[in-house]
């Protein structure tokens, strides 16, 4: 029995676990917020249906104390829930040993994060939980649909994926290995095996800007698949992204109602998704006034501008590829360009999806491995892939926080994962 299901109870007795978020009384009435794992809820304990010294009791009762209440399910529509419960009795399973540190009014993000494994319990932390794990379920379930298989990718890994500036080095029995930044390239050697593969899981990146869109571990969903091209790419991310917001508005509606997202901006994230190329971004932005030249990266706020000129997720495709990975394939109508798509997400979430069509050339591949400086010898194995049966292919990295803090319409991604890493917090 959950709370977040009790609506299909009401005019009935029910008896579940909860815990003790708030309470205020008015004489005869107490007026009990519990939570359980599922929603929160207004609990009435008044004197007349309840026994004496558990009316007292309530009295007493401190923040966070574990309960398993027995009551009765009213309908009340001011509730999220549409109902609150009637009590008739309860039993206390375990009473806080000193006061609750995280206190009722509102505490700032800094203090907040100190006391994570607690603050995780707010109904707003516990709502983006639950639209992670939907949007996680959403994004395998769909993959697995289209015949994808997942393959797990090594989180000790020898070689840079995304460069070299953001690797976390690991002493693995006196060698430096570095923590995964992808899964990608073992997903290409799986790809020629499997056809379509995907890996779940999370990348590390030693991140030292202090923005709201950067973690230095998070989680990625990378889909990596055969015989594709940019267009295929693009369809495969932007039908994923749609199937998982569908899948939110459908299961999470109290939980967006809880974050009180405004759902009418979701319900717009339908097929097609907008396409322009990163030279027509350029001018929209010089067009806005920004001070920058074909060739530069975008940074967070050149991102928000280009997506505030959209409703949906903005795919910017054909970078140069002097700013991109060593593994995006030259664009053969200009070898300026890479054959690279970011999606940027409205709203100013900023870049969602980062992927592209793979070069399968060896000597090409060879080529911009030694332009770039990279060892040689920890991308033989990568090689290989281009030696022998050698296809082209491409794929994607949604990154789970960005997608989730945008669905919940939360600013800073650090909310949207359990326990976040930054350049300045590993604990708890
Ligand atoms: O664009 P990125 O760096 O692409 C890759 O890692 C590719 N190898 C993926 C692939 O093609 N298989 O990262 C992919 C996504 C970004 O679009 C962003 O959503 C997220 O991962 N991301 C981060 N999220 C939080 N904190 C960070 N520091 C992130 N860096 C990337
Ligand atoms: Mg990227």
Same mark, same amino acid.
């Given at each position: 029995m959950i709370l977040a299901k009790l609506n299909e109870y009401i005019g009935e007795e029910i008896e579940f676990h909860c815990w003790l978020m708030g309470k205020r009384s008015s004489g005869s009435i107490h007026f009990l917020m519990i939570r359980d794992g599922s929603a929160f809820c207004?609990?009435?304990?008044?004197?007349?249906?309840?026994?004496d010294d558990k009316f007292n009791t309530c009295d007493h009762l401190q923040i966070e104390t574990a309960l398993k209440i027995k009551g009765l399910v009213v309908k009340e529509s001011r509730s999220k829930l549409g109902f609150e419960i009637h009590l008739k009795d309860f039993t206390v399973i375990s009473e806080p040993s000193e006061e609750y540190p995280i206190p009722r009014k509102p505490s700032g993000p800094d203090f907040l994060l100190t006391k994570r494994h607690l603050w995780i319990r707010a109904p707003k932390q516990a709502a983006i939980m639950r639209i992670?794990?939907?949007?996680?379920?959403?994004?395998?379930?769909?993959?697995?649909?289209? @015949?994808?298989?997942?393959?797990?990718?090594?989180?000790?890994?020898?070689?840079?994926?995304?460069?070299?500036?953001?690797?976390?080095?690991? @002493?693995?029995?006196?060698? @430096?290995?570095?923590?995964?930044?992808?899964?990608?390239?073992?997903?290409?050697?799986?790809a020629i095996a499997l056809e379509k593969v995907y890996c779940f899981g999370p990348s590390f990146r030693a991140e030292k800007s202090k923005t709201r869109r950067h973690l230095t571990e998070f989680w990625q969903i990378e889909p990596e698949f055969v015989f594709a091209d940019l267009d295929s790419v693009i369809k495969l991310a932007q039908?994923?992204?749609?199937?998982?917001?569908?899948?939110?508005?459908?299961?999470?509606?109290?939980?967006?109602?809880?974050?009180?997202?405004?759902?009418?901006k979701l319900q717009l994230i339908k097929?097609?998704?907008?396409?322009?190329?990163?030279?027509?971004?350029?001018?929209?932005?010089?067009?806005?006034?920004?001070?920058?030249?074909?060739?530069?990266?975008?940074?967070?706020?050149?991102?928000?501008?280009?997506?505030?000129?959209?409703?949906?997720?903005?795919?910017?495709?054909r970078y140069p590829i002097k700013i991109k990975a060593f593994y995006m394939k030259e664009d053969p109508s200009d070898n300026q360009l890479a054959l690279g798509v970011d999606f940027l997400a409205p709203e100013g979430y900023g870049e969602i999806v980062g992927g592209g069509i793979r070069e399968e050339n060896l000597k090409i591949l060879e080529k911009r491995i030694e332009d770039e400086n990279l060892p040689k010898e920890d991308f033989l194995w990568y090689l290989d892939l281009r030696k022998f049966g050698s296809v082209p292919h491409g794929g994607f990295g949604l990154g789970i926080e960005r997608t989730v803090a945008w669905i919940c319409g939360i600013h800073h991604i650090r909310e949207c994962i359990a326990f976040p890493r930054t350049i300045d917090r590993v604990r708890p």
């Open positions: 207004q609990v009435i304990a008044s004197k007349e249906n309840l026994p992670r794990s939907n949007v996680i379920h959403a994004v395998r379930e769909f993959l697995d649909k289209n @015949d994808f298989f997942c393959v797990d990718t090594p989180i000790f890994t020898s070689a840079a994926g995304e460069g070299t500036t953001t690797l976390f080095k690991v @002493d693995y029995f006196n060698n @430096d290995v570095f923590l995964a930044q992808t899964g990608q390239l073992y997903n290409e050697a799986t039908d994923m992204i749609v199937f998982a917001i569908d899948r939110v508005l459908d299961r999470c509606q109290t939980d967006l109602k809880i974050l009180e997202r405004d759902v009418s097929p097609p998704f907008p396409q322009i190329t990163y030279s027509e971004a350029v001018e929209i932005l010089k067009k806005k006034g920004f001070n920058i030249t074909w060739g530069d990266d975008f940074g967070a706020p050149e991102e928000t501008e280009i997506s505030s000129n959209f409703s949906k997720p903005v795919c910017v495709h």
